[in-house]
């Protein structure tokens, strides 16, 4: 019983993070999606960082790129921290409807391109 | 597929690992496995589907088809020795959804068919290669044939897991 308790504690710790790899085909470039708020959950890891935003009712999984790349724009793992402000610009998962895929970050005043 | 409740709890486990871990939190290990999986792929589908050519007849005037498969095959080799590791590296880095992924399960299948056939291919024919294009077996060009389907498809699939 607590292997099965400490499994899906596991899973609901990781369902967010990991449950958002499908590539990045499957995105709606006709509607952008805008989300500013404080970071509720950040995962600054491969094979892509992730932040949890609330926006329009609900909490999305914001897919960003991954950490070497945030790094070279610029985007420490500080930055999008727990708790930090953040600015989201993306397109919405075709799949599932709390995901987005970030185009755009704006962190402090300072806009850093996924892309 | 997709979702958390189809996971098997062995990749959980090892996703949530401190193996799992490292990998993601790492800035180098993942792009690296990655990278060396791509050479590894470039190694073994290049050399093994040359290798299939000259099988099939082309490149006869330039090399016999036994030095071929001396030159070619330690090639494929070291091309599976990269691919093995870094592949289980990127694995681990997101095993639950990767062990439910259906590619990912059709991959590994076509991969075991590939390897099953090359192996059978040496014990039926590497004595017969040196009168190869003389007499080519039948059973031997369907299996080079296979061979070249196969490992064509590999990388495809490993490719779409990203997309599909």
């Known amino acids: ?93 075709t799949v599932r409807d709390n995901e987005m895929r970030a185009e755009r970050l704006t962190i402090a005043g300072r806009v850093f391109e996924m892309r | 597929m997709e979702s958390a409740a189809h996971w098997p709890i062995w990749a959980v486990a090892l996703q949530e690992s401190v193996f799992g871990l490292g990998i993601r939190h790492s800035t180098w290990i993942y792009p690296t496995a990655n990278i060396l999986h791509v050479i590894g792929i470039a190694l073994l589908v290049g050399s093994i589907i040359a290798l299939d050519l000259r099988l099939l007849g082309f490149g006869r005037k330039n090399i016999p088809a036994a030095a071929a498969s001396r030159f070619l095959t330690p090639i494929a080799v070291v091309g599976i020795l990269l691919i093995v590791p870094s592949g289980l590296t990127l694995f681990t880095a997101d095993a639950g959804p990767l062990a439910a992924n259906r590619v990912l399960q059709v991959k590994l299948v076509l991969v075991a068919l590939g390897l099953l056939n090359a192996i059978l291919f040496r014990l039926l024919w590497e004595r017969r290669l040196p009168r190869w294009d003389r007499e080519r077996p039948g059973l031997g060009i369907v299996q080079v044939l296979a061979s070249m389907a196969i490992w064509l498809c590999v990388p495809v699939l490993g490719r779409l897991i990203a997309y599909l």
């Open chain 1, 1 to 93: 019983m607590r292997k099965i308790l400490s499994v899906t504690a596991a899973l609901a710790l990781v369902a967010g993070g990991a449950a958002a790899h499908h590539g990045w085909g499957s995105y709606d470039a006709s509607k952008v999606v805008t989300l500013e708020g404080p970071v509720i959950e950040s995962r600054y890891e491969f094979p892509h960082g992730e932040i949890v935003l609330e926006g329009e009712g609900k909490k999305w999984q914001v897919v960003l790129a991954p950490p070497s790349r945030l790094q070279a724009r610029g985007v420490v793992r500080e930055d999008i921290e727990v708790g930090k402000r953040v600015k989201a610009e993306g397109y919405p998962s």
